[in-house]
């Protein structure tokens, strides 16, 4: 198997652990654990355990230049990537979430065209457009009286801006990536992310009550910290070693199906009018941003 095809199982992989995420973090929050401490024991545990396997890599020094951007990398991808994310879902519902994290491709697009210069088609500005109308209808007339889902819309909103933060990461991560071991790179980032992260979290952190936990809150935190963070994080490293961040991105679009199918499953979110329109809108502006034009034909003359 090529590495190209092992980074595109990758992707998927790491794409179905976001689908199942939506319901499972949402399962522990805010009842067992807070938002932000939960940021916490993601950040700490895949610090952990990524500079555990480290010892499997090389041996590298972050050279001084490249200090400012593995900030950036951090500050985008572990600090307020996460943070705005726990906090949107923790006032949302798993479905919303599902579908609002697939504009990701089309922040990767316009950030593509701010900071590489890439030219935006008029088909892709369309897709942008109808994208963001149906985020639009989710944050304003989504809103529904959950008690596990206190503000809906203002939840809606933090998991747009997560899908901002993070298509932001996939840019600046594609030039680091491309330099260091994925082991090195994923071992510091984290333990930024921890310093980044501690302001937020440490008090909800230390009101966690660890003896109280019954065993579907602790395989549901196990669940997060290993599989969403740890393994998510190390399959799309390795995955944009050998894909373009615009491709990763559009691995996203499977999570909306593995997400809504097993928030339902399991009865932790329902399907509405409103629900369906949003999300045929984002996932038709999506397809729209981030579809590639087709080579044009040779004619004749030229062959």
């Known amino acids: 198997m090529t590495r190209r095809a092992l980074a595109i199982l990758a992707a998927l992989g790491a794409t179905a652990i976001y689908g199942l995420n939506h319901t499972i973090a949402k399962g522990v929050m805010p009842d067992y654990v807070q938002p932000y401490g939960f940021i916490m024991l993601r950040v700490i545990g895949a610090a952990i355990l990524f500079w555990s396997i480290s010892i499997f890599g090389p041996k590298e020094k972050i050279d001084r230049k490249d200090y400012p951007r593995m900030l950036a990398c951090a500050i985008l991808g572990m600090g307020i990537n996460m943070l705005v994310y726990f906090k949107g879902l923790a006032l949302s519902t798993p479905i919303n979430s599902a579908v609002l994290i697939t504009l990701t491709p089309i922040f990767v697009v316009v950030l593509s065209a701010i900071f590489i210069k890439e030219k935006i088609k008029p088909k892709k500005v369309l897709g942008i457009g109808i994208g963001f109308l149906g985020a639009l209808g989710l944050i304003l007339f989504g809103a529904e009286i959950r008690q596990d889902a206190p503000n809906i819309p203002f939840g809606n909103f933090l998991i747009l801006l997560n899908a901002f933060f993070y298509g932001s990461y996939l840019i600046v991560a594609k030039i680091l990536i491309s330099k260091y071991h994925p082991f090195t790179f994923m071992k510091w980032l984290f333990t930024l992310g921890i ?109």
């Open 195 to 303: 310093l980044l992260c501690l302001p937020f979290g440490y008090t909800e952190l230390t009101e966690i009550a660890w003896g109280s936990l019954p065993f579907s809150a602790i395989w549901k935190i196990l669940f997060v910290v290993v599989g969403t963070t740890f393994c998510t994080y190390l399959f799309n490293i390795f995955a944009l070693t050998q894909l373009k961040a615009s491709t990763l991105s559009a691995f996203v679009y499977v999570q909306p199906l593995i997400g809504i199918v097993y928030a339902i499953a399991t009865d932790q979110d329902t399907l509405t009018t409103v629900k369906i329109l949003a999300a045929s809108l984002v996932l038709l502006g999506v397809y729209l941003a981030s579809k590639k034009a087709p080579f044009p034909k040779r004619s004749r003359a030229t062959d």
